[in-house]
């Protein structure tokens, strides 16, 4: 085989037919005269049209075509420029963070592990049974054999049986489900307390007890998972984080109890209002750890039952504390859209939160003291899209938010002239930012806005009047 | 609370067209934008089926949309966001569900939506497969075994696997079987007031496990080793040190999810026991045909597995927490060995079929009849088996709902039962007094004389 032939493999491990093939291939083709040909065949425009003209005998529009190559030339160029501008502004806006806030600091150890003294309860000091039934049960062990009576369903079965639970074992097991890094442990202590905090039919509690989880202990424990009360949330992109330590691995046991907590309020309430605050918000800001982004539903649940604790007098006044201390501390980039978003909206109180939080983050945003929605609705529309400094990824966020405090809940349904006005704004920036706009986050704008544009006018009831000519 | 049946507003295509609009691929530019327009697309599904004014059904496009955003195995957050938003769509929006009209619920179904199966009987079987480009998305039968069989493959290989596969499969099967549960609850509730086999027959999950596609024995193994590796993996007390915040964040919610799927298989479980339940009634009022098919009951599987893997036992009894059936297995074990009227002299009027808890305990009364047990099961058996009854002899006692099952499986007071079930065990332990007691026992043995003396007190 020559060293120059081109490769063959399939005739590679045949050397029959390589010895008859070579005869056949006079030259190996080389790119230059694949160039060649292209220009040849004319496939380039402005070089085969300019061989053409000057080989050729001038004829009528040979000018005409002259100057039509010069154009697209011209054309051309300027276009190669543009689009060199147009990457050169692009470039610091490509990376817009992914949503993604860090909530949690450092892990702390708790100050109460060490010795519960649950060895010394009632259940077990009580049972003098071992030589009577000849069998050593191991009992000796003390808490070891409570987790096991814990883990493997007795302990339930015998307070459920009993119609009473010590204190020293209810807070013991609410230790377990809160610190104890045995899985099954926690989930264990997590469904005795379940079980403990689920009313009956007639609203009492199935089984007798007096210790309660407290505010201070589910404070004092997310604390100890690290949550970041004081400190900013820091911004931190998935790939930035370089510890090792993964997301608070009692975290989902906590947001449970939590739950089960705020079910039982007709027989004791667990949080005062202003603490039901404070857990909302600790709630709501886990929505932007990435750690723990496969609990949306656990997280969701609690949310939920956060949002119903509150009696009905309670509840906006503890809304807009909660939205307002929330939007304090969220960043103005894709994580307030990813907290306006995770608030499901489902119900009507859900709604309200969500409106009431994109009201106080387009205030803060804005830099206003107090809450106006027709001077933020002005800000917003001001901005001029076919303006060079047009910062489109801020006036995104603008939008979905200033969407979701008109439309999440009913209270702007009938102030027409807002509406109007923000409907003329969506139509001026679908119809103002061209499809070849490629600047930063445009295209994005411009599909949002159409996208609720049409939703707008899909939302507005048939029978009512019409669509106001514009 | 059904929701209206109005003709679902999406349905007039101008929802349908502006959601789906946003996953126009057009001037897409890479992944990240694909996502967002994703994640977009949810949350556009969402406002326009969950939360708007006036809340409306998605189109079956935008449901196959979502369906398929849950299975493109793209990132965490795609994955638990669509599965989320199907679930609640579920909710809003069953399939079938119950009507009261005057004085007896009826069953409705609203044949033209959504589902996630795709279960033609067999005559349009090959129809369907013709066109599977347009549903290959959907799940038939051997897609659904195929799923299970994937879950076990993934958790055999620990560590080893995708964790994002793993637990996208774990979601679509909690999905699945909610799905399944949607639609087989009214029926059931439907069929216990009209006794009518049609509406059960109808049901998705008997079309389901009745094709010859899903090879039904190999399909509870599956299931039952589920449950086992489940148990195994949170006794092995994972740990969360993982390189990257990703990984842990999936092992995290791994996790949970596996807990989840475990709550789905004995679901599964619980709604086909109940099924065969309905199916022998309906087979002795001659309502089945032979087009029926016919399926091995699933509590004989179940036994003839745990028979043949004895390691499958402990833990599956402990997964396995649903009371009645769960004592309905162990006593079917024991019920084995009940037959020989040696064994049991005298008192042989008792017919296989009820054997109760203090039946069982009778084997091992005394030395002798302990004896001749341990002669045909393992000591270590019987022991697992009787710690398991006791324990569900605790959660029937005092639960009024229970009250006349209860009473009719135990067969004894809870006093009785508890002396008997100590007396067993120390015969056992006079024939080998070596014998191993699980730490589980032990804790049987505690609870039964704590509550013995509690309860002669009384």
């Known amino acids: 085989m020559r060293i120059d032939d081109p490769l063959d493999f399939e005739g590679e491990d045949d050397p029959l037919l390589t010895v008859r093939r070579p005869a056949k291939r006079k030259k190996v083709i080389g790119l230059d005269d694949l160039l060649q040909d292209y220009f040849d065949s004319g496939k380039d425009e402005l070089k085969a049209s300019a061989a053409k003209s000057k080989g050729r005998p001038k004829g009528d529009n040979s000018d005409d075509e002259d100057k039509k190559i010069r154009e697209k030339e011209i054309d051309f160029c300027k276009f190669v420029d543009e689009c060199e501008e147009k990457a050169k502004v692009m470039d610091p806006g490509e990376d817009v963070p992914q949503w993604g806030q860090r909530v949690f600091g450092c892990q702390k150890l708790p100050s109460i592990l060490g010795g519960t003294g649950v060895e010394k309860c009632q259940l077990l000091q009580s049972f003098g049974g071992d030589e009577q039934l000849g069998f050593d049960l191991e009992i000796e062990q003390g808490e070891a054999f409570l987790e096991g009576m814990l883990m493997n369903g007795w302990l339930m079965k015998l307070v459920a049986l009993y119609g009473s639970v010590e204190d020293s074992i209810a807070s013991w097991a609410l230790t377990a489900l809160l610190y104890s890094s045995n899985k099954k442990l926690q989930d264990s202590a997590s469904e005795f307390w379940d079980s403990l905090l689920s009313l009956n039919e007639d609203d009492k509690p199935s089984v007798n007890f007096g210790y309660f989880p407290s505010y201070s202990i589910l404070k004092d424990a997310v604390l100890n998972y690290g949550y970041l009360h004081d400190a900013p949330w820091s911004k931190t992109c998935t790939s930035e984080i370089a510890v090792a330590d993964g997301p608070p691995q009692n975290i989902t046991a906590w947001l449970r109890v939590v739950s089960a907590c705020c079910k039982i309020r007709k027989l004791h309430s667990v949080f005062s209002p202003s603490e039901a605050e404070d857990v909302l918000v600790i709630v709501i800001s886990l929505f932007l750890d990435r750690r723990l982004e496969g609990l949306p539903l656990i997280l969701g649940d609690c949310l939920n039952s956060l949002i119903s604790y509150f009696n009905t007098s309670e509840w906006e006044s503890s809304c807009l504390m909660v939205a307002e201390s929330i939007s304090k501390r969220v960043n103005m980039d894709l994580n307030c859209l990813r907290i306006v978003d995770c608030i499901t909206g489902t119900n009507d109180r859900s709604k309200f939160l969500r409106s009431q939080l994109a009201l106080q983050l387009l205030k803060n945003s804005f830099g206003l003291k107090v809450v106006n929605v027709e001077r933020i609705l002005k800000s917003v529309t001001s901005i001029n899209v076919k303006e060079k400094e047009c910062s489109f990824f801020m006036l995104y966020v603008h939008i979905v938010l200033m969407d979701n405090l008109l439309f999440s809940s009913d209270a702007f349904r009938n102030k027409i002239a807002i509406i109007d006005a923000w409907r003329n704004f969506l139509r001026n920036c679908s119809t103002q930012i061209g499809c070849t706009d490629w600047r930063f986050y445009a295209s994005k704008v411009r599909n949002k806005a159409s996208y609720l544009l049409q939703g707008a006018m899909l939302k507005r009831p048939a029978g009512s009047g019409s669509i106001p000519a514009n | ?458």
Request: hydrophobic share 40%.
């Open chain 2, 1 to 458: 609370m059904p929701p209206s049946r109005e003709q679902p507003a999406a349905a007039d295509g101008g929802i349908e067209e502006n959601a789906m609009a946003i996953l126009d691929t057009f001037g897409i530019k890479d992944s990240r934008d694909l996502h967002d327009d994703r994640a977009a697309f949810l949350e556009a599904v969402r406002s326009a089926g969950l939360a708007g004014d006036k809340p409306s059904s998605p189109t079956r496009r935008m449901y196959d949309a979502v369906f398929q955003i849950l299975q493109s195995s793209t990132s965490l957050e795609l994955t638990i966001a669509s599965f989320h938003l199907l679930m609640e769509l579920g909710k809003q929006y069953p399939r079938v569900y119950l009507t009261n009209s005057g004085s007896r619920q009826a069953l409705v179904t609203v044949n033209e939506s959504w589902s996630p199966f795709l279960l033609g009987n067999n005559v349009a079987s090959g129809e369907i497969g013709r066109n599977t480009s347009r549903s290959d998305h959907l799940f038939d039968s051997l897609r659904f075994s195929l799923l299970t069989e994937a879950m076990v493959e993934a958790s055999n290989a620990t560590g080893a696997h995708n964790g994002l596969k793993h637990i996208e499969n774990m979601v679509l099967f909690q999905y699945l079987v909610c799905t399944l549960e949607a639609d087989f609850v009214p029926r059931h509730i439907a069929y216990k007031e009209s006794l009518d086999w049609v509406i059960i027959r109808e049901s998705v999950l008997n079309v389901l496990l009745g094709s010859r596609k899903l090879v039904f024995k190999m399909f509870v193994k599956n299931c039952i080793s589920l449950l086992n590796q489940h148990q195994r993996e949170v006794e092995d007390d994972v740990s969360y040190k993982s390189a990257s915040d990703l990984d842990s964040s999936l092992t995290f919610s791994s996790l949970e999810f596996e807990r989840e799927a475990l709550t789905s298989v004995k679901k599964l479980f619980i709604m086909v026991i109940n099924l065969d339940l309905i199916r022998k009634e309906a087979d002795k009022l001659g309502l089945t045909s032979r087009a029926d098919g016919l399926r091995n009951p699933i509590l004989e599987v179940i036994l003839e597995e745990l028979t043949y893997n004895q390691i499958y036992l402990s833990p599956f009894l402990l997964a396995f927490t649903e009371w009645k059936w769960k004592l309905q297995i162990i006593l079917q074990y024991f019920s084995r060995y009940q037959v020989k009227p040696a064994v049991r002299t005298r008192r042989s009027d008792n017919s296989q079929q009820d054997l109760t808890v203090e039946s069982a305990l009778s084997m091992f009364s005394t030395e002798a009849s302990a004896k001749a047990m341990v002669k045909m099961m393992c000591p270590e058996v019987a022991q697992l088996l009787l710690a398991h009854a006791y324990q569900v002899c605790l959660s029937l006692d005092g639960d009024s709902s229970k009250a006349i099952d209860a009473a009719k499986m135990m067969g004894a007071s809870l006093l009785e039962i508890s002396c008997k079930f100590v007396s067993a065990f120390q015969n056992l332990r006079k024939i080998n007094t070596s014998i191993q007691i699980s730490q589980f026992e032990k804790e049987a043995l505690f609870t039964a004389a704590t509550l013995t003396s509690k309860l002669q007190n009384e």
